[in-house]
């Protein structure tokens, strides 16, 4: 795989890690060359993490050897892998929001006991950092008061402080916008610049063809496939990923609405300690269409879903669904809602959609198991729900397809796949979706989409939230974006672009009117 002209910064031999029964990593080599951006991609499970793990010092090896910069090198602990110049920025960071950055970077490394001493001398060293590497940020900023875009820069500081060279991301624009993305990029080509070896996990194929010098592939804890990014393509890698051909773009005509299902008016919710976590959201909701929201993670539009499914209850305003005008005086709870005929998958699906501990035939009826269809005279008819599971597990190829499968057991895609087609086989007027395809492997997102598509056909309205901006794009037929509990602006699918959604999720957008007479 090298060209023996560049010097390797990492090389691994014949790696392999079992964890019980499972054999998480299977002789895995891998030669990553110094100063490159190299891509690392893979399936749920295909053993990414593990790998990722063993080189950070989180697990050791069973078997194999690791040689850094040439020389053989043995990884027991983090502090092994820091002392041996690597680091990691973990996809959700790992910062003390109350401390400032400076604080932050110095944690773990202090510099003795003269405490002023290492703060003076860690200043000039981050001033130093932030120079070399274009990593601006405040050192006397508090970090909880930082935007995600520059704690993650506090979190690539703090690795260099320590004197990485190479340096690990995991899943690093999960919460980014596009033009913070963006920027991080422009960061990993200046580390690049200066001789630092980056690794980059992601499962976002156009980020590894954009920013990455060479790729190589996981599938079911092995090493499938090493290329050079310039000599691959998305489909290339999807298919070496799954192990078969995969179509990436979603199939859809224009969508057709046919009278409106839904009226939000100025929504409003104010959490237990008095933080106003929605702020007046107005929309409609026509059936037979897509309305997907955009937003960086965490700007309302999680409690937007808990509002209108009747988890949480409204501060003020009103939804007007099924002949129901609910408000906080008239509240609707979640049983309430679905009997109205609005189905919710949970963002979360391990807090909110599944019980772990029942089989699947149990899970696969949750929130609907006082329905007619599960219950005998007396006790719930388990023939029906089985019958009923295994229809669905063949339908949404769950695998394996054990209706008697603890969910637990399931990977979580297959647990995704369960929770939509419990919520998408009623037959909902709306259904309500969060994150659809949130840990769920590239071959299956496929099927999800197209199933989404086909129940916008057959008359039902979907409103669709995903931190993914390519879903919001191929699958919404209207977009709104919410900006710290606000939707600050409406526009076609048709008319959406990555940086014009980025900008106006930052609210910094200066563009025309939107629908709702708001700037977008």
Same mark, same amino acid.
């Given at each position: 795989m090298n060209d023996n002209k560049t010097p390797l910064a990492i090389e691994l031999r014949d790696i392999s890690k079992r964890f019980g029964a499972v054999q998480a990593n299977k002789d895995i080599c891998l030669q990553v060359p110094t100063g490159t951006i190299h891509g690392i991609i893979g399936e749920n499970g295909a053993g990414k993490s593990t790998l990722m793990s063993i080189i950070y010092g989180f697990y050791e090896a069973d078997?194999? %050897?690791? &040689?850094?910069?040439?020389?053989?090198?043995?990884?027991?602990?983090?502090?092994?892998?820091? /002392?041996?110049?690597?680091?990691?920025?973990? /996809?959700?960071?790992? $910062?003390v929001e109350n401390f400032t950055v400076l604080e932050n970077v110095m944690l773990g490394a202090e510099g003795g006991a003269l405490l002023r001493q290492g703060k003076d001398d860690a200043r000039l060293e981050l001033k130093r950092l932030a120079s070399e590497?274009? $990593?601006?940020?405040?050192?006397?900023?508090?970090?909880? %008061? $930082? #935007?995600?875009?520059? /704690?993650q820069r506090v979190e690539i500081l703090k690795a260099l402080y320590r004197g990485a060279k190479i340096l690990i991301l995991d899943e690093p624009t999960g919460v980014l916008t596009p033009q913070e993305a963006d920027h991080l990029f422009v960061i990993l080509k200046s580390l690049k610049e200066q001789g630092v070896t980056v690794l980059l996990i992601t499962h976002k194929l156009r980020e590894i063809m954009a920013s990455t010098d060479n790729v190589s592939v996981m599938r079911q804890g092995q090493m499938v496939a090493h290329r050079e990014t310039k000599n691959t393509d998305k489909e290339e890698l999807a298919e070496l990923m799954v192990g078969k051909k995969v179509r990436l773009k979603v199939d859809k005509d224009d969508a057709k609405p046919t009278g409106l299902v839904l009226s939000a008016k100025k929504l409003s919710l104010v959490d237990s300690q008095g933080v106003k976590r929605l702020k007046?959201?107005?929309f409609e909701l026509n059936a037979g269409e897509i309305v997907g929201i955009?937003?960086?993670?965490? @700007?309302? /539009?999680?409690e937007l879903l808990n509002v209108l499914s009747g988890i949480s209850s409204l501060s003020s305003g009103e939804i007007q669904f099924a002949g129901e005008t609910i408000t906080a005086a008239n509240p609707k709870n979640a049983s309430q809602m679905r009997d109205l005929k609005m189905a919710h998958v949970p963002e979360d699906r391990h807090k909110m959609g599944l019980v772990t501990g029942f089989e699947a035939y149990e899970a696969a009826i949750l929130g609907y198991h006082n329905s007619s269809a599960y219950n005998g005279s007396i006790l719930l008819n388990r023939k029906a729900m089985l019958s &009923?599971? &295994?229809?669905?597990m063949a339908k949404w190829d769950v695998? #394996?397809?054990? #209706?008697? $499968?603890?969910?637990?057991?399931?990977s979580g895609g297959n647990q995704q796949k369960i929770v939509i087609a419990r919520e998408v086989e009623q @037959? #909902? &007027?709306?259904?309500l979706i969060g994150q659809p395809t949130r840990g769920v492997d590239i071959g299956a997102i496929e099927n999800i989409h197209e199933e989404i598509v086909k129940l916008r056909d057959s008359g039902k309205a979907i409103l669709l939230v995903s931190v993914e901006l390519d879903e919001i794009m191929a699958l919404s037929d209207r977009i709104l974006v919410m900006f710290d509990g606000a939707v600050v602006g409406e526009l076609p699918a048709s008319d959406a672009d990555e940086r014009t959604l980025g900008l106006m999720m930052a609210n910094a957008y200066n563009g025309p009117l939107s629908k709702t007479g708001d700037k977008a």
């Open positions: 078997t194999g %050897e690791i &040689e850094i910069g040439g020389k053989k090198t043995h990884i027991r602990t983090s502090e092994d892998a820091i /002392q041996a110049g690597i680091g990691m920025v973990h /996809q959700h960071f790992m $910062l590497y274009s $990593l601006d940020v405040d050192v006397d900023a508090i970090v909880e %008061e $930082l #935007p995600v875009g520059l /704690q007046d959201v107005s955009a937003g960086v993670s965490g @700007n309302g /539009q999680s &009923e599971c &295994e229809e669905r695998r #394996p397809p054990n #209706p008697h $499968l603890k969910t637990a057991n399931f @037959n #909902p &007027e709306v259904l």
